[in-house]
């Protein structure tokens, strides 16, 4: 399977600062990527899809403001957190997809997450 | 909205038996995916199903699509404490073209030797 790398592993910021987390696909192009967010003992939701050279697509309820995607190339995409304040803390994952096109049917590859701490 | 359900959401099971995790969906998927996720790790793709009524089998896990294409399985038998994590089923709704993925609750296993 792809290999899919996050970083930073952990990051723990004070309340009112901006926190950025890369997401690399390391061994092939990833044309899509994207962001889930996971509480504690709850199940990963999607925040955003992120399609390299154009704007992400943010679910409902996530605010495109506070969680800026920026999708520059075919192997990285970055998420920040912008303004963090404790309830942001949370472990944010990416995932990968990389075939181009409306294909549906393709497995997603997760990178190992970022676990953010907001004091 | 489409939504995946999962039962049973924690499942304790004594190691050697069998146990079966459910996931439902309110529209027709294109495809469901199954994920593992140990504590404090991130989730691992298990299988893909994208066929109606498809059985795939890996070693002690036995996973089916169901014939509408809005259900799916999750089957393991003999039990080993090495099956511990949560087990997430995952859809891809037939509606969506870029491969999103609705999360099931997850189902948490725990194994007493």
């Known amino acids: 399977g792809a290999v899919v790398s996050q970083h930073p592993s952990w990051v723990i910021c004070k309340s009112g600062t901006s926190v950025k987390i890369e997401c690399r696909s390391l061994?092939?192009?990833?044309?899509?990527m994207f962001w889930y967010r996971q509480f504690p003992k709850q199940s990963l939701m999607l925040m955003a899809t992120?399609?390299?050279?154009?704007?992400?697509?943010?679910e409902q309820g996530v605010e495109k403001d506070k969680f800026l995607i920026n999708h520059a190339s075919l192997t990285l995409s970055t998420l920040t957190v912008t303004s963090a304040h404790p309830e942001d803390s949370s472990f944010y994952i990416c995932?990968?997809?990389?075939?181009?096109?409306?294909?549906?049917?393709?497995?997603?590859?997760f990178g190992p997450g970022t676990r953010l701490t907001v004091l | 909205g489409q939504q995946v359900m999962q039962i049973p959401q924690y499942q304790h099971v004594q190691e050697g038996e069998d146990f079966t995790t459910y996931c439902n969906s309110s529209t027709t998927l294109s495809n469901i995916q199954w994920y593992k996720q140990r504590p404090g790790g991130h989730p691992v793709f298990l299988i893909q199903l994208v066929k109606s009524g498809e059985v795939k089998k890996q070693k002690r896990l036995t996973f089916q699509f169901g014939e509408a294409k809005k259900n799916s399985s999750l089957h393991i038998t003999a039990t080993q404490t090495t099956d511990v994590g949560t087990y997430f089923c995952a859809g891809s709704p037939a509606t969506d073209s870029w491969g999103k993925l609705q999360f099931g609750a997850g189902t948490q296993v725990v194994v007493t030797p």
């Open positions: 992120s399609n390299e050279g154009s704007k992400a697509t943010y």
């Open positions: 995932s990968v997809r990389g075939v181009r096109g409306p294909i549906s049917g393709d497995t997603q590859y």
């Open positions: 061994d092939f192009q990833a044309t899509t």
